[in-house]
Antibody, heavy 123, light 107 residues
Framework: EVQLVESGGGLVQPGGSLRLSCAAS????????MNWVRQAPGKGLEWVSY????????YYADSVKGRFTISRDNPKNSLYLQMNGLRAEDTAVYYC????????????????WGQGTMVTVSS | DIQMTQSPSSLSASVGDRVTITCRAS??????LNWYQQKPGKAPKVLIY???TLQSGVPSRFSGSGSGTDFTLTITSLQPEDFATYYC?????????FGQGTKVEIK
């Protein structure tokens, strides 16, 4: 079964750090681009970060640039999001999502999502 | 950044109704437009990609159309399991912006 499972969420104080993990199974992880998407309570979806299949190309939303770091370990079929300098506005469910590309050289939809992990930033 | 604007933000409909949701991009995204469905407490699920291609396993009552800046998601004959929030997303450029969502509620 194709699956993504996030872990690492929790309660952290403002200014603190957390590392989220996403374990992939059921597909060739190293062949796919991956993303993190978050959703604040009662709000819409916000794209956070992208990493290419090899890990050489990375993008961030302006809201997290300089504070968050995306990485992957292909032999371990794992995706990570290191979050530093956390703020109250980072409180959200964080999803990892696999990206598929229906057209070579173009980005595509996020076709597989994890169940999400909740991050709460509060004192 | 490309802004995605959905309308309406919410709608009430009955089982069997035809529902149309629109999504407008702030600049041309050609046909790099995806639609997702999200139910409470669940992860989003892709319904349509490349503006009009139905994701495998998605019922044919869902369809998408449009190009450039204006796109539409149509649900013909709304079913009880279709009551959810729908999001559009552009995959033309980074950041991969989402629309604000359209909540489809039971009338």
């Amino acid at each position: 079964e194709v699956q993504l499972v996030e872990s690492g969420g929790g309660l952290v104080q403002p200014g603190g750090s957390l590392r989220l993990s996403c374990a992939a199974s059921g597909f060739t992880f190293s062949s796919y681009e991956m993303n993190w998407v978050r959703q604040a309570p009662g709000k819409g979806l916000e794209w956070v970060s992208y990493i290419s299949s090899s890990g050489t190309t990375i993008y961030y939303a302006d809201s997290v640039k300089g504070r968050f770091t995306i990485s992957r370990d292909n032999p371990k079929n794992s995706l990570y999001l290191q979050m530093n300098g956390l703020r109250a506005e980072d409180t959200a469910v964080y999803y990892c999502a696999r990206e598929t590309s229906p057209v070579v050289g173009a980005w595509g939809p996020f076709d597989i999502w994890g169940q999400g992990t909740m991050v709460t930033v509060s004192s | 950044d490309i802004q995605m604007t959905q309308s309406p933000s919410s709608l009430s409909a009955s089982v069997g109704d035809r529902v149309t949701i629109t999504c407008r991009a702030s600049q041309s995204i050609i046909r790099y437009l995806n639609w997702y469905q999200q139910k409470p407490g669940k992860a989003p699920k892709v319904l349509i990609y490349s503006a009009s291609t139905l994701q495998s396993g998605v019922p044919s009552r869902f369809s998408g159309s449009g190009s450039g800046t204006d796109f539409t998601l149509t649900i013909t004959s709304l079913q009880p399991e279709d009551f959810a929030t729908y999001y559009c997303q552009q995959s033309y450029s980074t950041p991969r912006t989402f629309g604000q969502g359209t909540k489809v509620e039971i009338k």
